[in-house]
T-cell receptor, first 112, second 113 residues
Framework: GAGVSQSPSNKVTEKGKDVELRCDPI?????LYWYRQSLGQGLEFLIY????????KSGLPSDRFSAERTGGSVSTLTIQRTQQEDSAVYLC??????????FGPGTRLTVL | DQQVKQNSPSLSVQEGRISILNCDYT??????FLWYKKYPAEGPTFLIS?????DKNEDGRFTVFLNKSAKHLSLHIVPSQPGDSAVYFC????????????FGTGTRLKVLA
């Protein structure tokens, strides 16, 4: 596609349920990043993929968060046993080796 | 610990005047800085960047200034237009543009017609 796409655009879930967020990066972009933006906060780095491997998972807030990337393309961020503090906009970005990151529109997650 | 700080949460400017958005950072290892613009319900879009080997980069109405000794950068928009109204994020990287960005909390710019 022409840009980074994310699905769903909005997700409302109940506390304790698992959610999966999907990111389709720009074709050919080897690097993929997940960030989240909580209310009134900046963008917080979560995890970085280079190809299918994740050299840096340091931003994942807890072991309830995990992510994978397959085929060097699509990535899925999974949040298990969601909590209300997980409510945020989750943004995915992709880039070529040394260029700026291109962001998707984000998934707004609301945990009730 | 906030490594990239945008201390002004909001700014209002009259159309046609200059908008100046400021950003401070604490990590001297950062060597690449970017500004992103974000409209509601959209992802951030890249605006302009600057490498630490430069102190100024200009692109049309947008100019970014970098003061390494002060660990400070600023974005100048001149002349400001109503369509510039958005949230502006400053970001920094320690690997010349690759790898993760550390973002500030953003400044909401409102350009008044």
């Amino acid at each position: 596609g022409a840009g980074v796409s994310q699905s769903p655009s909005n997700k409302v879930t109940e506390k304790g349920k698992d959610v999966e967020l999907r990111c389709d990066p720009i074709s050919g972009h080897t690097a993929l990043y997940w960030y989240r933006q909580s209310l009134g906060q900046g963008l917080e780095f979560l995890i970085y993929f280079q190809g299918n491997s994740a050299p840096d998972k340091s931003g994942l807030p807890s072991d309830r968060f995990s992510a994978e990337r397959t085929g060097g393309s699509v990535s899925t961020l999974t949040i298990q046993r969601t909590q209300q503090e997980d409510s945020a906009v989750y943004l995915c970005a992709s880039s070529l080796a040394a260029n700026e990151q291109f962001f998707g529109p984000g998934t707004r997650l609301t945990v009730l | 610990d906030q490594q990239v700080k945008q201390n002004s949460p909001s700014l209002s400017v009259q159309e046609g005047r200059i908008s100046i958005l400021n950003c401070d950072y604490t990590n001297s290892m950062f060597d690449y800085f970017l500004w992103y613009k974000k409209y509601p319900a959209e992802g951030p879009t890249f605006l302009i960047s600057i490498s630490s080997i430069k102190d100024k980069n200009e692109d049309g109405r947008f100019t970014v200034f970098l003061n390494k000794s002060a660990k400070h950068l600023s974005l100048h928009i001149v002349p400001s237009q109503p369509g510039d109204s958005a949230v502006y994020f400053c970001a920094a990287s320690g690997f010349s543009g690759t790898y993760k960005y550390i973002f500030g909390t953003g400044t909401r710019l409102k350009v008044l017609a």
